[in-house]
């Protein structure tokens, strides 16, 4: 089984430019997470999809990061325009479903640097 | 506000050892903990978890121990093997958050050939 995918897996920008990151969840997973991580600290969340509906994005910076999930399938995370603090990996996570005990599976991560 | 806490950001053992990893939280409402292991350039996997109506689960070398009252857990590898070597990542839970899940800081664990 094919796990969760991330692309590109590093990212160096200036700041004030955007970028954008993709994830691919496990096939049959209908909840999909993305995370931030700073250098030290544990994963943060920053938005939950539930299929293409946003269950909680109460922790995303929506003045400057955004997220979709067309279809229920892929994602894309957004940072327009980003900052000096974003330095970050930035994971993406899926589940079979937000019921229950339901294993959060992580992909590779995205390790952003802005200068 | 820091929910879930890993006092220790590092822990060397010697292989064969065991090794103890330990984890507070100050949030009474959650229900479910976890524990992730993640290596370098790799995303977190799933290693164990505790419902909060147990205070013990074991999965082979692994074992999580859960002291509600203290709001103390902890994972127990025995014995340790150098492949352990990781960074471990204390999680938890409640039910009616769709399950989002709470990170410690993680802890650095080198076990020692």
């Known amino acids: 089984e094919a796990g969760v995918a991330q692309s590109p897996r590093y990212k160096i920008i200036e700041k004030r430019q955007s970028v954008a990151f993709w994830c691919n969840p496990i096939s049959g997973h209908a909840t999909l997470y993305w995370y931030q991580q700073i250098l030290g600290q544990g994963p943060k969340l920053l938005i939950q999809?539930?299929?293409?509906?946003?269950?909680?994005d109460s922790q995303l910076p929506k003045d400057r990061f955004s997220a979709e999930r067309l279809k229920g399938v892929d994602s894309t995370l957004k940072i327009q325009p980003a900052k000096l603090e974003d330095s970050a990996v930035y994971l993406c996570a899926s589940s079979f479903s937000v019921s229950g005990t339901d294993t959060q599976y992580f992909g590779p991560g995205t390790r952003l640097t802005v200068l | 506000d820091q929910q879930v806490k890993q006092n220790s950001p590092s822990l060397s053992v010697q292989e064969g050892r065991i090794s103890i990893l330990n984890c507070d939280y100050t949030n009474s409402m959650f229900d479910y903990f976890l524990w992730y292991k993640k290596y370098p350039a790799e995303g977190p996997t799933f290693l164990i978890s505790?419902?909060?109506?147990?205070d013990k689960n074991e999965d082979g070398r692994f074992t999580v121990f859960l002291n509600k009252s203290a709001k103390h857990l902890s994972l127990h590898i025995v014995p340790s093997q150098p492949g352990d070597s990781a960074v471990y990542f204390c999680?938890?839970?409640?039910?009616?958050?769709?399950?989002?899940?709470?990170f410690g800081s993680g802890t650095q664990l080198t076990v020692l050939p």
């Open positions: 999809f539930q299929n293409n509906g946003v269950v909680d």
């Open positions: 999680a938890a839970t409640l039910s009616g958050s769709a399950r989002q899940l709470t």
């Open positions: 505790i419902s909060s109506i147990k």
